[in-house]
Protein backbone atom coordinates (compact mmCIF):
# COMPACT_ATOMS: atom_id res chain seq x y z
CA UNK A 1 0.00 0.00 0.00
CA UNK A 2 1.09 3.45 -0.51
CA UNK A 3 2.70 4.98 2.88
CA UNK A 4 0.31 6.29 4.92
CA UNK A 5 -0.11 7.77 8.55
CA UNK A 6 -2.14 5.96 11.29
CA UNK A 7 -3.77 9.48 11.52
CA UNK A 8 -4.30 9.57 8.10
CA UNK A 9 -5.77 5.99 8.05
CA UNK A 10 -8.14 6.70 11.17
CA UNK A 11 -9.37 10.08 9.25
CA UNK A 12 -10.18 7.93 5.79
CA UNK A 13 -11.77 5.02 8.01
CA UNK A 14 -13.54 6.86 10.63
CA UNK A 15 -12.06 5.09 13.17
CA UNK A 16 -10.66 6.08 16.56
CA UNK A 17 -7.16 5.16 18.06
CA UNK A 18 -6.80 3.13 20.72
CA UNK A 19 -3.39 2.63 22.29
CA UNK A 20 -1.29 4.24 19.28
CA UNK A 21 1.19 5.69 21.27
CA UNK A 22 2.79 7.85 17.98
CA UNK A 23 0.28 8.81 15.37
CA UNK A 24 2.60 9.80 12.91
CA UNK A 25 3.86 5.97 12.30
CA UNK A 26 3.64 5.11 8.78
CA UNK A 27 1.92 1.85 7.34
CA UNK A 28 4.33 0.47 5.00
CA UNK A 29 3.35 -2.83 4.66
CA UNK A 30 0.84 -5.01 3.13
CA UNK A 31 -2.64 -4.55 4.07
CA UNK A 32 -3.29 -8.12 5.49
CA UNK A 33 -6.48 -10.18 7.30
CA UNK A 34 -4.16 -13.02 7.94
CA UNK A 35 -1.79 -12.80 11.03
CA UNK A 36 0.66 -15.02 9.04
CA UNK A 37 1.15 -12.80 6.20
CA UNK A 38 2.30 -10.15 8.35
CA UNK A 39 5.00 -8.48 7.52
CA UNK A 40 7.05 -5.50 9.17
CA UNK A 41 4.67 -1.83 8.77
CA UNK A 42 1.89 -3.61 7.86
CA UNK A 43 -2.12 -3.08 8.57
CA UNK A 44 -3.84 -5.98 9.93
CA UNK A 45 -7.26 -6.40 9.61
CA UNK A 46 -9.53 -8.63 12.59
CA UNK A 47 -12.74 -9.88 10.97
CA UNK A 48 -15.08 -11.62 12.98
CA UNK A 49 -15.35 -15.05 11.04
CA UNK A 50 -17.47 -17.52 12.10
CA UNK A 51 -15.07 -19.96 13.01
CA UNK A 52 -12.04 -17.72 13.68
CA UNK A 53 -11.84 -14.03 14.78
CA UNK A 54 -9.10 -12.15 13.61
CA UNK A 55 -8.89 -9.77 17.21
CA UNK A 56 -7.89 -12.93 18.95
CA UNK A 57 -4.60 -12.68 16.62
CA UNK A 58 -4.03 -9.40 17.15
CA UNK A 59 -1.29 -9.79 19.72
CA UNK A 60 0.48 -12.03 17.46
CA UNK A 61 0.65 -9.50 14.61
CA UNK A 62 1.83 -6.93 16.61
CA UNK A 63 4.61 -9.43 18.04
CA UNK A 64 5.48 -10.09 14.13
CA UNK A 65 5.49 -6.39 13.00
CA UNK A 66 2.19 -5.07 11.87
CA UNK A 67 2.14 -1.17 12.51
CA UNK A 68 -1.41 -1.22 13.84
CA UNK A 69 -5.01 -3.38 13.77
CA UNK A 70 -8.11 -2.42 12.36
CA UNK A 71 -10.89 -3.60 14.78
CA UNK A 72 -14.14 -3.85 15.64
CA UNK A 73 -12.79 -3.15 19.36
CA UNK A 74 -9.90 -2.54 21.42
CA UNK A 75 -7.34 -5.22 21.23
CA UNK A 76 -4.95 -4.40 23.68
CA UNK A 77 -1.84 -3.84 20.86
CA UNK A 78 -2.19 -0.32 18.63
CA UNK A 79 -5.44 -0.09 17.06
CA UNK A 80 -7.90 1.93 14.76
CA UNK A 81 -11.36 0.92 16.24
CA UNK A 82 -14.61 1.64 13.79
CA UNK A 83 -18.00 0.73 13.96
CA UNK A 84 -17.54 -1.00 10.43
CA UNK A 85 -14.88 -3.33 9.95
CA UNK A 86 -15.42 -4.34 6.30
CA UNK A 87 -16.90 -0.97 5.49
CA UNK A 88 -13.23 0.85 6.84
CA UNK A 89 -11.38 -1.40 4.35
CA UNK A 90 -13.56 -0.55 1.48
CA UNK A 91 -13.44 3.10 2.37
CA UNK A 92 -9.28 3.44 2.99
CA UNK A 93 -9.43 1.29 -1.07
CA UNK A 94 -11.59 3.73 -1.98
CA UNK A 95 -9.23 6.75 -0.56
CA UNK A 96 -5.84 5.00 -2.17
CA UNK A 97 -7.43 4.36 -5.38
CA UNK A 98 -8.32 8.02 -5.69
CA UNK A 99 -5.34 9.35 -4.73
CA UNK A 100 -3.25 7.43 -7.07
CA UNK A 101 -5.52 8.43 -10.34
CA UNK A 102 -4.73 4.40 -11.58
CA UNK A 103 -6.86 3.55 -14.63
CA UNK A 104 -9.19 0.65 -13.04
CA UNK A 105 -10.44 -2.36 -15.52
CA UNK A 106 -12.97 -4.26 -13.65
CA UNK A 107 -14.83 -7.30 -15.28
CA UNK A 108 -17.91 -9.73 -14.20
CA UNK A 109 -19.44 -12.87 -15.96
CA UNK A 110 -20.92 -15.89 -15.19
CA UNK A 111 -17.46 -18.01 -16.32
CA UNK A 112 -14.23 -17.11 -17.47
CA UNK A 113 -13.31 -14.36 -14.92
CA UNK A 114 -10.35 -15.69 -13.51
CA UNK A 115 -8.93 -16.94 -17.13
CA UNK A 116 -10.06 -13.67 -18.46
CA UNK A 117 -8.32 -11.73 -16.05
CA UNK A 118 -5.20 -13.45 -16.24
CA UNK A 119 -4.82 -12.93 -19.72
CA UNK A 120 -5.64 -8.87 -19.64
CA UNK A 121 -3.44 -9.04 -16.57
CA UNK A 122 -0.36 -10.24 -19.02
CA UNK A 123 -1.14 -8.09 -21.71
CA UNK A 124 -0.99 -5.23 -19.74
CA UNK A 125 1.86 -5.82 -18.39
CA UNK A 126 3.81 -5.21 -21.57
CA UNK A 127 1.88 -2.18 -21.47
CA UNK A 128 2.73 -0.41 -18.21
CA UNK A 129 3.16 -1.95 -14.55
CA UNK A 130 -0.46 -3.58 -13.78
CA UNK A 131 -1.86 -5.27 -10.38
CA UNK A 132 -4.53 -7.67 -10.95
CA UNK A 133 -6.77 -9.71 -8.44
CA UNK A 134 -4.80 -12.72 -7.55
CA UNK A 135 -7.10 -16.38 -8.12
CA UNK A 136 -10.55 -15.17 -7.62
CA UNK A 137 -10.39 -12.85 -4.71
CA UNK A 138 -13.70 -10.93 -6.11
CA UNK A 139 -15.65 -10.17 -3.07
CA UNK A 140 -16.21 -7.48 -0.76
CA UNK A 141 -13.29 -8.07 1.00
CA UNK A 142 -10.76 -9.53 -1.62
CA UNK A 143 -11.46 -6.46 -4.46
CA UNK A 144 -10.05 -3.79 -1.70
CA UNK A 145 -7.33 -6.10 -0.80
CA UNK A 146 -6.19 -6.44 -4.46
CA UNK A 147 -6.51 -2.90 -4.39
CA UNK A 148 -4.47 -1.47 -1.44
CA UNK A 149 -1.20 -3.35 -2.96
CA UNK A 150 -1.39 -1.11 -5.76
CA UNK A 151 1.51 1.93 -5.60
CA UNK A 152 2.70 4.82 -6.58
CA UNK A 153 4.04 2.72 -9.90
CA UNK A 154 1.01 1.27 -10.54
CA UNK A 155 -0.64 2.49 -14.07
CA UNK A 156 -3.30 -0.13 -14.53
CA UNK A 157 -5.66 -2.13 -11.57
CA UNK A 158 -7.58 -5.12 -13.55
CA UNK A 159 -9.92 -6.11 -10.70
CA UNK A 160 -12.44 -9.63 -10.95
CA UNK A 161 -15.90 -8.26 -9.26
CA UNK A 162 -18.01 -11.68 -8.44
CA UNK A 163 -22.02 -11.37 -7.52
CA UNK A 164 -24.29 -13.78 -5.44
CA UNK A 165 -27.01 -11.43 -5.80
CA UNK A 166 -28.27 -7.81 -7.45
CA UNK A 167 -26.53 -4.89 -5.59
CA UNK A 168 -23.31 -7.25 -4.99
CA UNK A 169 -21.12 -5.96 -8.10
CA UNK A 170 -22.76 -2.16 -7.52
CA UNK A 171 -21.43 -2.38 -3.88
CA UNK A 172 -17.83 -3.14 -5.67
CA UNK A 173 -17.91 -0.70 -8.48
CA UNK A 174 -18.28 1.70 -5.82
CA UNK A 175 -15.44 0.80 -3.69
CA UNK A 176 -12.95 1.05 -6.82
CA UNK A 177 -15.00 2.58 -9.51
CA UNK A 178 -13.65 1.44 -12.99
CA UNK A 179 -13.35 3.35 -16.53
CA UNK A 180 -13.31 0.17 -18.43
CA UNK A 181 -16.15 -2.37 -17.53
CA UNK A 182 -16.21 -5.66 -19.17
CA UNK A 183 -18.84 -8.13 -19.38
CA UNK A 184 -18.16 -11.27 -20.27
CA UNK A 185 -21.04 -13.47 -20.78
CA UNK A 186 -24.44 -14.30 -18.75
CA UNK A 187 -24.67 -18.02 -17.85
CA UNK A 188 -26.46 -19.98 -15.29
CA UNK A 189 -23.43 -20.19 -12.63
CA UNK A 190 -25.83 -19.52 -9.46
CA UNK A 191 -28.42 -19.51 -10.88
CA UNK A 192 -30.10 -20.89 -8.06
CA UNK A 193 -29.12 -17.86 -5.72
CA UNK A 194 -30.45 -15.45 -8.20
CA UNK A 195 -33.81 -17.13 -9.52
CA UNK A 196 -33.19 -16.82 -13.58
CA UNK A 197 -30.54 -15.53 -15.72
CA UNK A 198 -32.74 -12.44 -16.51
CA UNK A 199 -31.62 -11.31 -12.63
CA UNK A 200 -28.12 -12.62 -13.50
CA UNK A 201 -27.95 -10.28 -16.29
CA UNK A 202 -29.08 -7.65 -13.60
CA UNK A 203 -26.55 -7.87 -11.37
CA UNK A 204 -23.90 -8.28 -14.38
CA UNK A 205 -25.17 -4.88 -15.83
CA UNK A 206 -24.67 -3.11 -12.58
CA UNK A 207 -20.55 -2.88 -13.79
CA UNK A 208 -21.49 -0.94 -16.99
CA UNK A 209 -23.97 1.57 -15.05
CA UNK A 210 -21.45 2.56 -12.77
CA UNK A 211 -19.00 3.63 -15.43
CA UNK A 212 -18.14 7.59 -15.93
CA UNK A 213 -19.55 9.49 -19.77
CA UNK A 214 -15.88 8.93 -20.64
CA UNK A 215 -15.67 5.36 -19.65
CA UNK A 216 -15.58 2.67 -22.17
CA UNK A 217 -17.57 -0.48 -21.63
CA UNK A 218 -16.47 -3.83 -23.08
CA UNK A 219 -19.47 -6.03 -24.52
CA UNK A 220 -19.39 -9.52 -25.56
CA UNK A 221 -21.60 -9.20 -29.32
CA UNK A 222 -22.07 -12.81 -29.22
CA UNK A 223 -24.54 -12.79 -25.78
CA UNK A 224 -27.44 -11.23 -26.58
CA UNK A 225 -27.98 -10.34 -22.86
CA UNK A 226 -24.60 -8.95 -22.29
CA UNK A 227 -25.31 -6.84 -26.10
CA UNK A 228 -28.01 -5.45 -24.78
CA UNK A 229 -26.12 -3.86 -21.75
CA UNK A 230 -25.22 -1.19 -23.99
CA UNK A 231 -28.80 0.70 -23.32
CA UNK A 232 -27.82 0.15 -19.48
CA UNK A 233 -24.75 3.02 -19.78
CA UNK A 234 -23.38 6.17 -20.46
CA UNK A 235 -20.00 4.72 -21.89
CA UNK A 236 -18.73 4.24 -24.95
CA UNK A 237 -19.20 0.97 -26.40
CA UNK A 238 -17.04 -1.25 -27.42
CA UNK A 239 -17.87 -4.91 -28.51
CA UNK A 240 -15.77 -8.42 -28.76
CA UNK A 241 -16.97 -11.57 -30.47
CA UNK A 242 -17.32 -13.48 -32.88
CA UNK A 243 -20.31 -11.70 -34.67
CA UNK A 244 -19.55 -9.79 -37.61
CA UNK A 245 -20.14 -6.25 -36.26
CA UNK A 246 -17.84 -7.34 -33.29
CA UNK A 247 -15.05 -4.25 -33.34
CA UNK A 248 -12.88 -7.02 -32.08
CA UNK A 249 -13.15 -9.70 -33.37
CA UNK A 250 -11.93 -13.26 -34.23
CA UNK A 251 -11.57 -14.53 -37.60
CA UNK A 252 -10.67 -18.34 -38.83
CA UNK A 253 -10.58 -19.44 -35.19
CA UNK A 254 -9.39 -23.45 -35.81
CA UNK A 255 -8.11 -25.71 -33.34
CA UNK A 256 -4.15 -27.11 -33.37
CA UNK A 257 -3.95 -30.67 -32.88
CA UNK A 258 -2.78 -30.46 -29.52
CA UNK A 259 -6.44 -28.49 -28.95
CA UNK A 260 -4.85 -24.86 -28.88
CA UNK A 261 -7.36 -22.17 -30.06
CA UNK A 262 -4.99 -20.18 -33.28
CA UNK A 263 -7.34 -17.11 -34.87
CA UNK A 264 -7.21 -13.90 -36.58
CA UNK A 265 -7.06 -10.90 -34.40
CA UNK A 266 -9.09 -7.65 -36.03
CA UNK A 267 -8.81 -4.77 -34.24
CA UNK A 268 -9.51 -1.30 -35.41
CA UNK A 269 -5.75 -0.14 -35.44
CA UNK A 270 -5.37 -3.49 -37.19
CA UNK A 271 -5.17 -6.85 -37.18
CA UNK A 272 -2.50 -10.14 -36.16
CA UNK A 273 -2.15 -13.97 -35.90
CA UNK A 274 -2.96 -15.67 -32.07
CA UNK A 275 -2.04 -18.90 -31.43
CA UNK A 276 -3.07 -19.32 -27.54
CA UNK A 277 -0.74 -21.74 -25.04
CA UNK A 278 -4.34 -22.38 -23.62
CA UNK A 279 -6.31 -24.93 -23.99
CA UNK A 280 -10.12 -25.19 -25.45
CA UNK A 281 -11.92 -23.44 -27.76
CA UNK A 282 -14.02 -20.77 -25.30
CA UNK A 283 -10.57 -19.19 -24.53
CA UNK A 284 -11.15 -16.91 -27.66
CA UNK A 285 -13.59 -15.52 -26.89
CA UNK A 286 -11.57 -14.57 -23.10
CA UNK A 287 -8.52 -13.54 -25.63
CA UNK A 288 -11.00 -11.46 -27.68
CA UNK A 289 -11.94 -9.85 -24.22
CA UNK A 290 -8.72 -9.30 -23.43
CA UNK A 291 -7.94 -7.85 -26.38
CA UNK A 292 -10.40 -5.22 -26.65
CA UNK A 293 -9.14 -4.02 -23.08
CA UNK A 294 -5.82 -3.23 -24.23
CA UNK A 295 -6.74 -2.16 -27.15
CA UNK A 296 -8.46 0.56 -25.36
CA UNK A 297 -5.80 1.39 -23.58
CA UNK A 298 -3.57 2.04 -26.05
CA UNK A 299 -1.80 -1.40 -27.26
CA UNK A 300 -1.48 -2.14 -31.42
CA UNK A 301 -3.02 -4.93 -32.73
CA UNK A 302 0.96 -6.71 -33.13
CA UNK A 303 1.85 -6.06 -29.49
CA UNK A 304 -1.67 -7.59 -28.15
CA UNK A 305 -1.31 -10.36 -30.71
CA UNK A 306 2.13 -11.31 -28.95
CA UNK A 307 1.52 -10.64 -25.72
CA UNK A 308 -1.66 -13.15 -25.81
CA UNK A 309 0.12 -15.74 -27.87
CA UNK A 310 2.61 -16.02 -24.94
CA UNK A 311 0.22 -16.11 -22.26
CA UNK A 312 -0.34 -18.81 -19.70
CA UNK A 313 -2.33 -19.87 -16.89
CA UNK A 314 -1.46 -18.00 -13.44
CA UNK A 315 -4.43 -19.10 -11.21
CA UNK A 316 -4.64 -23.19 -10.53
CA UNK A 317 -6.43 -25.77 -11.40
CA UNK A 318 -8.05 -23.90 -14.08
CA UNK A 319 -7.14 -25.98 -17.53
CA UNK A 320 -4.26 -26.70 -15.42
CA UNK A 321 -2.25 -29.70 -18.31
CA UNK A 322 0.52 -31.68 -17.26
CA UNK A 323 1.87 -34.96 -19.05
CA UNK A 324 3.38 -37.71 -16.70
CA UNK A 325 6.14 -39.70 -17.87
CA UNK A 326 4.15 -42.37 -18.92
CA UNK A 327 2.47 -40.30 -21.39
CA UNK A 328 -0.97 -39.48 -19.52
CA UNK A 329 -2.34 -36.36 -19.65
CA UNK A 330 -3.94 -34.61 -16.69
CA UNK A 331 -6.13 -32.02 -17.39
CA UNK A 332 -7.00 -30.32 -13.82
CA UNK A 333 -10.02 -28.34 -13.98
CA UNK A 334 -11.02 -28.64 -10.71
CA UNK A 335 -11.24 -25.20 -8.64
CA UNK A 336 -15.07 -24.72 -10.13
CA UNK A 337 -17.37 -25.82 -12.57
CA UNK A 338 -21.29 -24.53 -13.90
CA UNK A 339 -23.16 -25.99 -16.92
CA UNK A 340 -20.94 -23.59 -19.82
CA UNK A 341 -17.51 -23.95 -18.12
CA UNK A 342 -18.17 -27.76 -18.35
CA UNK A 343 -19.76 -28.12 -21.78
CA UNK A 344 -16.11 -25.88 -22.76
CA UNK A 345 -14.02 -28.28 -20.82
CA UNK A 346 -15.63 -31.51 -22.39
CA UNK A 347 -14.98 -29.55 -25.44
CA UNK A 348 -11.27 -29.13 -25.21
CA UNK A 349 -10.88 -32.65 -23.49
CA UNK A 350 -12.24 -34.25 -27.32
CA UNK A 351 -10.20 -32.15 -29.08
CA UNK A 352 -6.93 -32.37 -27.07
CA UNK A 353 -8.34 -36.34 -27.68
CA UNK A 354 -6.96 -36.44 -31.26
CA UNK A 355 -7.34 -40.42 -30.99
CA UNK A 356 -6.32 -41.03 -27.59
CA UNK A 357 -8.45 -42.29 -25.01
CA UNK A 358 -9.98 -39.57 -23.01
CA UNK A 359 -11.84 -39.79 -19.21
CA UNK A 360 -14.40 -36.94 -18.05
CA UNK A 361 -13.73 -37.21 -14.04
CA UNK A 362 -16.89 -35.15 -13.27
CA UNK A 363 -18.51 -34.10 -10.07
CA UNK A 364 -21.68 -32.06 -9.10
CA UNK A 365 -22.39 -28.43 -10.37
CA UNK A 366 -23.60 -26.51 -7.05
CA UNK A 367 -25.76 -23.76 -6.99
CA UNK A 368 -27.92 -24.85 -9.95
CA UNK A 369 -31.31 -24.81 -8.03
CA UNK A 370 -34.57 -26.25 -9.98
CA UNK A 371 -32.48 -26.49 -12.72
CA UNK A 372 -29.97 -29.03 -11.10
CA UNK A 373 -31.20 -32.42 -12.51
CA UNK A 374 -31.21 -31.32 -16.41
CA UNK A 375 -27.89 -29.83 -16.39
CA UNK A 376 -26.12 -32.34 -14.90
CA UNK A 377 -28.04 -35.22 -17.21
CA UNK A 378 -27.43 -32.74 -20.20
CA UNK A 379 -23.38 -32.71 -19.23
CA UNK A 380 -23.27 -36.47 -19.46
CA UNK A 381 -25.32 -36.47 -22.48
CA UNK A 382 -22.58 -33.96 -24.11
CA UNK A 383 -19.81 -36.65 -23.01
CA UNK A 384 -21.03 -39.52 -25.56
CA UNK A 385 -21.99 -36.75 -28.27
CA UNK A 386 -18.46 -35.61 -28.21
CA UNK A 387 -17.25 -39.09 -28.19
CA UNK A 388 -15.42 -39.02 -25.07
CA UNK A 389 -14.37 -42.09 -24.07
CA UNK A 390 -15.11 -42.83 -20.58
CA UNK A 391 -17.06 -41.11 -17.92
CA UNK A 392 -16.31 -41.21 -14.01
CA UNK A 393 -18.99 -39.35 -12.27
CA UNK A 394 -17.85 -38.67 -8.35
CA UNK A 395 -20.08 -37.80 -5.81
CA UNK A 396 -23.65 -38.15 -4.92
CA UNK A 397 -26.90 -37.65 -6.41
CA UNK A 398 -25.98 -34.95 -8.82
CA UNK A 399 -23.30 -37.11 -10.15
CA UNK A 400 -25.66 -40.07 -10.62
CA UNK A 401 -27.62 -37.53 -13.07
CA UNK A 402 -24.24 -37.06 -14.84
CA UNK A 403 -23.85 -40.64 -15.09
CA UNK A 404 -27.74 -41.59 -16.13
CA UNK A 405 -27.24 -38.66 -18.87
CA UNK A 406 -24.62 -40.54 -20.07
CA UNK A 407 -26.40 -43.95 -19.78
CA UNK A 408 -29.08 -42.69 -21.66
CA UNK A 409 -27.81 -40.65 -24.79
CA UNK A 410 -25.03 -43.72 -25.78
CA UNK A 411 -26.22 -46.64 -23.32
CA UNK A 412 -22.92 -46.70 -22.27
CA UNK A 413 -23.22 -49.23 -19.97
CA UNK A 414 -19.60 -49.91 -18.82
CA UNK A 415 -17.94 -46.46 -20.62
CA UNK A 416 -20.06 -44.65 -17.64
CA UNK A 417 -19.33 -45.11 -13.78
CA UNK A 418 -20.54 -43.76 -10.99
CA UNK A 419 -18.21 -43.58 -8.01
CA UNK A 420 -18.84 -42.25 -4.22
CA UNK A 421 -15.48 -39.96 -3.96
CA UNK A 422 -12.70 -38.75 -4.88
CA UNK A 423 -10.42 -41.47 -3.48
CA UNK A 424 -12.75 -44.33 -5.29
CA UNK A 425 -11.99 -42.41 -8.75
CA UNK A 426 -8.13 -42.10 -8.03
CA UNK A 427 -8.33 -45.79 -7.20
CA UNK A 428 -10.19 -47.28 -10.22
CA UNK A 429 -7.85 -44.76 -12.57
CA UNK A 430 -4.33 -45.90 -11.55
CA UNK A 431 -6.03 -49.23 -12.07
CA UNK A 432 -7.49 -48.72 -15.76
CA UNK A 433 -5.36 -45.64 -17.17
CA UNK A 434 -2.94 -46.60 -20.14
CA UNK A 435 -0.23 -44.40 -21.42
CA UNK A 436 -1.32 -41.35 -23.88
CA UNK A 437 -4.60 -41.01 -22.01
CA UNK A 438 -6.08 -37.88 -21.42
CA UNK A 439 -7.82 -37.18 -17.94
CA UNK A 440 -10.16 -34.49 -16.98
CA UNK A 441 -10.88 -33.59 -13.69
CA UNK A 442 -13.69 -31.25 -13.26
CA UNK A 443 -16.29 -30.19 -10.55
CA UNK A 444 -17.31 -27.53 -8.13
CA UNK A 445 -14.92 -26.31 -5.54
CA UNK A 446 -16.94 -27.23 -2.66
CA UNK A 447 -16.27 -30.70 -3.94
CA UNK A 448 -12.75 -31.03 -3.53
CA UNK A 449 -11.84 -32.71 -7.02
CA UNK A 450 -8.48 -31.53 -7.69
CA UNK A 451 -7.46 -34.06 -4.97
CA UNK A 452 -8.01 -36.85 -8.23
CA UNK A 453 -5.65 -34.72 -10.34
CA UNK A 454 -3.21 -34.22 -7.67
CA UNK A 455 -3.21 -37.53 -6.52
CA UNK A 456 -2.72 -39.03 -10.03
CA UNK A 457 0.39 -36.95 -10.25
CA UNK A 458 2.12 -37.62 -7.16
CA UNK A 459 1.57 -41.52 -8.25
CA UNK A 460 2.89 -40.34 -11.25
CA UNK A 461 6.24 -38.83 -9.10
CA UNK A 462 6.58 -41.88 -7.02
CA UNK A 463 6.35 -44.24 -9.91
CA UNK A 464 9.38 -42.39 -11.52
CA UNK A 465 11.51 -42.07 -8.27
CA UNK A 466 10.66 -45.89 -7.96
CA UNK A 467 12.15 -47.10 -11.24
CA UNK A 468 14.89 -45.20 -10.73
Excluded at 55 to 72: I, K, N, P, S, T
Aim: aromatic share 4%; hydrophobic share 45%.
Amino acid sequence: MIALSLAEIAEIVGGQPHDIPDPSVVVTGPVVIDSRQVAAGSLFVAFAGERVDGHDYAQRAFEAGCAAVLAARPVGVPAIVVDDVQAALGALARDVVRRLGTEVVALTGSSGKTSTKDLIAQVLQRHAPTVFTPGSLNNEIGLPLTALTASAETRHLVLEMGARGVGHIRYLTGLTPPRIGLVLNVGTAHIGEFGGRDQIALAKGELVEGLPEDGCAVLNADDPLVRAMASRTKARVLLFGEARDADVRAENVRLTAAGQPSFSLHTPSGCSDVTLRLYGEHHVSNALAAAAVAHELGMSADEIARALSEAGTLSRWRMEVTERPDGVTVVNDAYNANPESMRAALRALAAMGNGRRTWAVLGPMAELGDDSLAEHDAVGRLAVRLNVSKLVAVGGREASWLQLGAYNEGSWGEESVHVSDAQAAVDLLRSELRPGDVVLVKASRSIGLERVALALLDNAVEGEVAAR
